[in-house]
């Protein structure tokens, strides 16, 4: 799969899950929403229910930035099976131009987001190596 597909692909998905790595060395992997612009890709903590404010993957991007986004797709028929992974360096982003455009991108792509706006904090990944696989 080329990189154009890969973007394609990963553009096409709604959801993705973001792995993290905390200070003590473990592993942490959620779903998120999230909008892909060149070589960046956004998400944002949004108004969803959480237990807390002060969330795993932000301390973990805090502490080791270096994050993997993965897209996948599955289905009964095996030869439809695909997937992306998207590595790069992510920063917390509360406000400025990075944190506006995140949210402008979020909100075009989620109906969810147009009425309830994201307040952040913002988090923007600088994409540096995308792998994937296809079984067709």
Excluded: C
């Excluded at 992997?29 to 060149?38: C, G, M, N, S």
């Excluded at 909100?107 to 792998?131: D, E, F, K, L």
Aim: charged share 25%; glycine share 6%.
């Amino acid at each position: 799969m080329d990189s154009e597909e890969m973007r394609h692909r990963i553009d096409g998905a709604m959801v993705a899950l973001l792995a993290t790595v905390g200070a003590d060395g473990r592993p942490h992997i959620v779903p998120i929403t999230f909008a892909l612009d060149e070589d960046t890709m956004f998400f944002a903590i949004d108004f969803k229910p959480k237990k807390t404010a002060d969330l795993q993957r932000l301390r973990n991007i805090e502490a080791n930035p270096s994050v993997s986004v993965l897209v996948d797709h599955y289905e009964e028929d095996w030869t439809k099976l695909w997937w992306v992974r998207a590595d790069g360096t992510a920063r917390i982003v509360i406000d400025g131009a990075t944190f506006e455009k995140g949210i402008s991108l979020l909100t075009q792509r989620y109906a969810q987001y147009q009425s309830a706006r994201p307040a952040g904090p913002m988090v923007s990944i600088a994409i540096q190596r995308m792998t994937g696989w296809s079984a067709s």
